[in-house]
């Protein structure tokens, strides 16, 4: 409280599930949710749950224990200049966030392994290309990031028996799978994956980190599937290694702009799979539970779960 005043959560987001506000204050009652500061004073918020937030909004909070992002990846976030300081920042750990995106990896890494893409092709062509149905084991899968979302999605594709390789810029021990760390690793690690997973976190460091050199060192005739950011990758390094028959094809979920431009390219390249960045969504369902923990232990001085590193960046 602050006097007598019900501390306040502060809720911002256009792109969230529409149920997140109300289902903030049921689980919170002793707090008041708003969705704008119109009317608040600002020294009575206590936390912030955002995702994409106009930058600045949050810099006159001056008693903010806890800022919640609503999503994984946290670059949208970090972007504004204006954050105030020593605010702790988590992200969400979602288990439905987990198990929509470990279906979708599979379900496109399945399609890919299947030559989804080249019978569909065939088929507007009225061509009977029979492509002979290989397992699994011959496909190996290189995932490009090993936070919590890459391990669910290589423990789903080891599962059904695809050969899982995983690739980091620091290295990661006690993984189920054969991993490779940073730029040294990297060209063995790419040399043998047939399907790309890009899962990194946006940073400075793996900003355009797929580029015209990556596609040089891939083995010939990979594909990738882009569910991380699409700033992870140089759009016309990927079209060209497409048109070269580098790259086999390409699922993207995330773009540099979105929605994706009308008269942007990968609209209409045979090669491109394109998805509105629904890969994953959060929902309160649940991740109302990490919520509410972490608002409980930030105004009683513990330490919240899935904090961010400003400085790494996730
Ligand atoms: C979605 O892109 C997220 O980071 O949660």
Redesign the pocket.
């Known amino acids: 409280m602050t006097g007598s005043r019900p501390l306040v959560i502060l809720f911002h987001s256009d792109a969230s599930d529409p149920r997140w506000p109300d289902a903030i204050q049921r689980a919170l009652p002793d707090f008041e949710m708003r969705r704008t500061l119109d009317g608040v004073p600002p020294e009575d918020v206590a936390a912030a749950v955002v995702w994409k937030h106009p930058p600045g909004l949050l810099e006159p909070l001056t008693n903010l224990k806890l800022i919640q992002v609503l999503?994984?990846?946290v670059d949208h976030f970090l972007a504004d200049t204006r954050l105030p300081k020593g605010v702790p920042i988590a992200r969400?750990v979602d288990p439905g966030?987990t198990a929509r995106m470990s279906e979708y990896v599979l379900m496109h890494t399945l399609a890919l392994h299947r030559r989804l893409p080249e019978s569909a092709r065939a088929q507007r062509d009225g061509r009977w290309d029979f492509i002979h149905p290989q397992p699994p084991e011959r496909t190996c899968v290189g995932i490009l990031g090993l936070g919590e979302l890459g391990q669910a999605c290589a423990a789903a594709l080891s599962g059904i028996g695809f050969r899982v390789l995983g690739w980091s810029r620091s290295r990661r021990s006690g993984m189920a799978f054969e991993t490779y760390a940073g730029e040294v690793e990297r060209s063995a690690f790419l040399r043998q994956c047939d399907i790309l997973v890009l899962l990194l976190p946006l940073t400075a460091q793996t900003r355009d980190i797929v580029d015209a050199r990556f596609f040089d060192e891939i083995r010939p005739g990979a594909a990738l599937i882009n569910v991380g950011r699409g700033a992870l990758v140089d759009d016309a390094a990927l079209v060209a290694a497409l048109d070269e028959d580098r790259l086999r094809h390409a699922v993207l979920d995330v773009f540099r702009q979105e929605p994706l431009p009308p008269e942007h390219p990968f609209w209409t390249h045979p090669a491109i799979t394109v998805t509105p960045?629904n890969s994953s969504a959060?929902n309160p369902d649940t991740a109302m539970a990490q919520v509410t923990e972490n608002i409980r232990r930030a105004v009683s001085g513990q330490t919240p779960l899935h904090l961010v590193d400003p400085a790494a960046g996730y």
């Open positions: 999503g994984a990846g969400l966030l960045h959060t």
